[in-house]
């Protein structure tokens, strides 16, 4: 008998950021395969192995494959013989920030949240923000798909420490919603009842089911996202023994004045930038000594440009900065590009700080002291005025 | 999975794991007592959730961070010396960082267990999973292994202890995995209850070896020429007896614990009236068995041979298993520079297995898979095709871009 058909096939993706969500990410793939055993369906997860889920915000990927007919043999050599997938039903991204693009490793440019999403399929996101605004900064594809919003803040904790705001069971509720086929929300709610021997959880994975809000995607909706294809030649096409072409000394002062990795820029794994207040600045060096990136630019007049492409999002130099209110760490959605900021301060002085008291905004976060402790938002009265002339 | 009414005292649940997941669960129930760690991945994995193990209170163990690989299987195999049940592990070049020590706990014959998280040997810089780094002892009187599923993690850790620890053994043993494909998928796993496992693994006695104050003994003096020939003859047959002990230990498991492995050594995929056979180890396996399957629903008369333990070799197995099958290919995901007809490892065993039964099959060998590179049904396929084809060549590599 040949199998001429194409095997009942399901393929999950889990978005996330390294060590803050690892262990969240690794609740919600392990625990929707148990929800589909329930109903009797085939089903396993794996994680990306090449994948660095123990480094700070890198994008790290785990998958959970569904079938209904297939044995779990069958479904393993059908599904995960490689250590990536190429398409995929449904697309759970733990963190909004994260639709700005993923640079999970080097050579493979910065690539579009939605770029395993197959016709028809879903990708469900935690946000507090309108399906616009992220589909605003998403690939364009050639076919309509499904946006899903599920209301909440990214849930981060620590490597060790996990955070049980419920949102493993919010998203196992919504991923009922939209990919029933999965597992239905009855099924979810009974699973997490006796998983975790709480009504509340149930509660909330059922809250959820309803809370999450599904629209279409059409066709051509979205931004034009070109990136590299990986250069993988073929053994006869590279020199003998294996090294790829290393970084030119070079230093100039300015914006963009040091050569830098133009093949693995890092900046995907924010989800906060910092923002400087040029005008407050002392001149200090520390930001610029202390960023484990080495991100910072100097210039001419002693400041230090900031270079968000290759930012990491760590909050060292808002930590390190002396000055208050000088280095603020801001969330990276709310900024539309890469661009120097000491070239929009230069421009104009004025018009830079108001643009930056903008983006800080009064309500600041600020990382817990206590590792896993989340953050504390503290409410900041009126920025600093704009003292003219402290920096020529 | 079922798990029958009377089969239910000897599982205490089934649980989603890793193939890590799956060993750390299986070194919890052996109770070890001193558990080696330097971090590498996979072996990270084992590490986390055994710390977590002991943080719980679910495990009393001395839990040793060491600087390095090589003082890891130090620690491991002093306590060994000393009479504790120890784990160590590594893969790829930390294993290779610890050969030293991984040399001498062979001549030493403490029977240490480790985990082999088969990894690219970098530099380059490579996670993905070759052979070569379990395969460099096979030759140092370590007992290797090599499981495919989670479940066979879990089972072959606790074999490897039995058959390790046995007087008539006394050799350490590596389990080996495939780092990423079966270190990082996460499939049901049904776990032995504490109880069942230890009526199947007697306790740990080391006898007249055992280092203690009120047993005062030096392992390992100088003997130069004058004993050496003697222990390598005394190893040589502990090798050739853990065959049987194997044998046996399997045959208990299987009645404990309601398993069906029905050969230890070998795992046969419409092995028996094929013409032509797939041969290979690890999580490849997974991908071949689906692959034979289908063909033989498609009517074609191929088959996969999984070898399970490597060392002791299967000679007679393999011997038994292969006598009338006409054309074998072998899977190798490890490489041998230079070695006879350019082939890989596992041929020049296999080869010399079958060199003496009567029928010779046809051998021909595939390099594919390495660094981890996929090896999918499409390339299974072709490696079953090519291997019916009489005019392929000797050595093939799959998968390599050209
Ligand atoms: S947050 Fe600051 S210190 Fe951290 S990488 Fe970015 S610029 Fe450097
Ligand atoms: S740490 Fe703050 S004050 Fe010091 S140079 Fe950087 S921005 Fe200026």
Redesign the pocket.
């Known amino acids: 008998m040949m199998q001429t058909q194409k095997p009942h096939l399901i393929r999950l993706e889990v978005n996330y950021r390294g060590i803050f969500q690892k262990t969240l990410a690794y609740h919600i793939s392990g625990d929707v395969v148990y929800a589909a055993h329930k109903e009797g369906k085939t089903a396993f997860s794996n994680g990306r192995y090449s994948d660095d889920p123990q480094r700070n915000g890198i994008p790290c990927a785990n998958f959970a494959y569904f079938s209904k007919d297939l044995t779990e043999e069958d479904l393993e050599a059908e599904a995960s013989a490689s250590m990536d997938i190429t398409e995929a039903e449904v697309v759970v991204v733990l963190d909004d920030t994260m639709v700005k693009g993923l640079e999970p490793w080097g050579g493979y440019g910065i690539r579009p949240i939605n770029e395993k999403v197959v016709k028809d399929g879903v990708v469900l996101i935690v946000s507090n923000r309108k399906p616009a605004d992220l589909i605003a900064q998403m690939e364009k594809k050639k076919f309509p798909y499904r946006i899903a919003i599920l209301p909440g803040e990214a849930s981060f904790a620590g490597l060790w420490y996990f955070k049980d705001d419920m949102t493993d069971v919010r998203v196992l509720g919504a991923i009922a919603k939209v990919a029933p086929e999965i597992a239905s929300i009855d099924t979810v709610a009974n699973y997490v009842a006796s998983k975790y021997k709480s009504k509340e959880k149930a509660a909330a994975a059922r809250k959820a089911y309803e809370e999450v809000k599904v629209s279409t995607v059409n066709a051509g909706e979205g931004i034009d996202w070109p990136y590299p294809k990986p250069i993988l030649p073929g053994w006869k096409d590279f020199d003998e023994g294996v090294y790829v072409k290393g970084v030119k000394r070079g230093f100039q002062m300015g914006p963009r004045g040091q050569n830098r990795n133009p093949d693995f820029k890092r900046g995907t794994s924010k989800t906060q930038r910092p923002v400087?207040r040029f005008d407050?600045?002392?001149?200090?060096?520390?930001?610029?000594y202390d960023c484990p990136d080495e991100v910072?630019d100097p210039t001419t007049d002693g400041?230090?440009d900031v270079n968000y492409e290759y930012c990491t999002g760590c909050g060292r130099?808002a930590e390190?900065?002396?000055?208050e209110d000088?280095?603020v760490m801001v969330d990276e959605l709310k900024f539309e590009n890469q661009d120097s900021p000491y070239v929009l301060y230069k421009k104009d002085p004025e018009n830079y700080v108001k643009w930056a008291e903008d983006k800080k905004g009064k309500e600041r976060l600020m990382p817990s002291p206590v590792t896993g402790k989340g953050s504390t938002v503290s409410k900041v009265e009126t920025p600093k005025p704009f003292k003219k002339g402290v920096v020529k | 999975m079922v798990v029958k009414q009377e089969e239910k005292s000897v599982f205490d649940r089934e649980e989603l794991m890793t193939g890590t997941d799956a060993v750390a669960e299986a070194v919890k129930l052996v109770d070890v007592d001193v558990f080696a760690a330097y971090p590498i991945r996979p072996y990270t994995g084992v590490m986390d959730r055994l710390a977590r193990f002991i943080a719980n209170g679910d495990l009393d163990a001395e839990y040793i961070v060491a600087d390095g690989e090589h003082s890891q299987f130090e620690i491991g195999k002093h306590a060994s010396s000393v009479g504790a049940r120890a784990f160590v592990g590594s893969s790829g070049v930390g294993w290779l960082y610890a050969m030293e020590s991984i040399g001498v706990t062979a001549t030493d014959r403490l029977p240490l267990v480790a985990l082999v998280g088969n990894r690219a040997l970098d530099d380059p810089g490579a996670f993905g999973v070759e052979h070569n780094d379990a395969l460099l002892v096979r030759d140092l009187g370590w007992l290797l292994c090599w499981a495919s599923t989670a479940q066979e993690a879990l089972d072959t850790t606790l074999i490897a202890y039995r058959v390790a620890e046995d007087p008539k053994v006394r050799m350490p043993a590596a389990v080996a995995m495939d780092g990423g494909y079966l270190t990082h998928s996460q499939h049901m796993v049904r776990v032995p209850t504490k109880e069942a496992v230890r009526d199947f693994l007697p306790t740990y006695d080391l006898g007249n070896r055992r280092m203690h104050p009120d047993n005062p003994v030096s392992i390992a003096p100088q003997v130069n020429e004058d004993w050496v020939m003697e222990l390598r003859r005394q190893n040589y047959e502990a090798a050739k007896r853990s065959r049987k002990v194997i044998t046996s230990a399997y045959e208990e498991y299987n009645s404990i614990f309601h398993s069906d492995y029905e050969d230890p050594f070998i795992e046969e995929t419409n092995v028996e009236d094929a013409d032509t056979v797939l041969v290979g180890m690890g999580s490849a396996a997974v991908v071949a068995r689906s692959v034979a399957n289908e063909m033989r629903r498609e009517g074609k008369k191929v088959g996969f041979l999984k070898i399970r333990w490597y060392r002791p070799y299967p000679t007679d197995e393999i011997r038994k298993a292969l006598s009338n099958v006409s054309n074998v290919g072998i899977i190798e995901r490890n490489f041998a520079m230079g070695a006879p007809d350019d082939g890989a490892i596992t041929m020049h065993d296999l080869q010399s297995a079958l060199y003496d039964s009567k029928n010779h099959p046809r051998v021909v060998d595939f390099i594919a898979g390495l660094g981890g590179r996929e090896i999918s049904k499409k390339e299974v396929r072709k490696m079953f095709e090519m291997t019916a084809d009489k005019k392929s060549p000797k050595v093939s590599w799959i998968g390599l871009r050209e």
């Open positions: 400087v407050l600045c002392t001149k200090c060096t520390l930001c610029w910072f400041l230090y130099c390190v900065c002396p000055v000088c280095i």
